[in-house]
Antibody
Framework: QVTLRESGPALVKPTQTLTLTCTVS??????????VTWVRQPPGKGLEWLAF???????HYNTSLKTRLTISKDTSKNQVVLTMTSVDPVDTATYYC????????????WGQGMLVTVSS | EIVLTQSPSTLSLSPGERATLSCRPS???????LVWYQQKPGQAPRLLIY???LTAAGTPDRFSGSGSGTHFTLTISRLEPEDFAVYYC?????????FGQGTKVE
């Protein structure tokens, strides 16, 4: 059974660094063809793609957030980690991780999401 | 960067009616990378259709996708109560993913 689960702090202060972890099961982040991506959704708003990492450690970032984001993976723990520096209240959102296994690059499985609030 | 414009923002229909949702990329896109997701309140998005018209596992037959270039459509032939949700189109290209702003079917 494929599952993804996001974890991290529910509340962070402005200017701090946010670190989110996506723990996956039912597949391995090191298997050929497996990719993991992060998406966020501010309350009541739409979806915004953030970052991508594949089995070979190839990485891509949202152009407008590129300087603040870092994505990495820990194959021993079957986890993908996203860090976002210098957070601001506008970064308040539900953060999702999702899996990609097809060359057509769609997100076939999603985590349940985690609400992160940025506030002092 | 490609912008996806979805219309209408809200679609007010009744069960049994046909729903037609539009997604218009700001420039012509490869239809292989046009995807539709459904999102219900408090839930993660769920993959419905990929490659413009290919239905994902578990997607009911009443959902269909079509289109090419700069106009794509998601059609729900007969709305069931569980279909009232928000629908997002998505495009992948040049190592970037873009979402439309969503259409709420109410």
């Amino acid at each position: 059974q494929v599952t993804l689960r996001e974890s991290g702090p529910a509340l962070v202060k402005p200017t701090q660094t946010l670190t989110l972890t996506c723990t996956v099961s039912g597949f391995s982040v090191s298997t050929t063809g497996v990719c993991v991506t992060w998406v966020r959704q501010p309350p009541g708003k739409g979806l915004e793609w953030l970052a991508f990492i594949d089995w070979e450690d190839d990485k891509h970032y949202n152009t407008s957030l590129k300087t603040r984001l870092t994505i990495s993976k820990d194959t021993s723990k079957n986890q993908v980690v996203l860090t976002m520096t210098s957070v601001d209240p506008v970064d308040t959102a539900t953060y999702y991780c999702a899996r990609i296994t097809s060359g057509l690059r769609y997100f076939d499985y999603w985590g349940q999401g985690m609400l992160v609030t940025v506030s002092s | 960067e490609i912008v996806l414009t979805q219309s209408p923002s809200t679609l007010s229909l009744s069960p049994g009616e046909r729903a037609t949702l539009s997604c218009r990329p700001s420039q012509s896109v490869d239809s292989n990378y046009l995807v539709w997701y459904q999102q219900k309140p408090g839930q993660a998005p769920r993959l419905l259709i990929y490659g413009t018209s290919l239905t994902a596992a578990g997607t009911p037959d009443r959902f269909s996708g079509s289109g090419s270039g700069t106009h794509f459509t998601l059609t729900i032939s007969r709305l069931e109560p569980e279909d009232f949700a928000v629908y997002y189109c998505q495009h992948y290209g040049n190592s970037v993913w873009t979402f439309g702003q969503g259409t709420k079917v109410e």
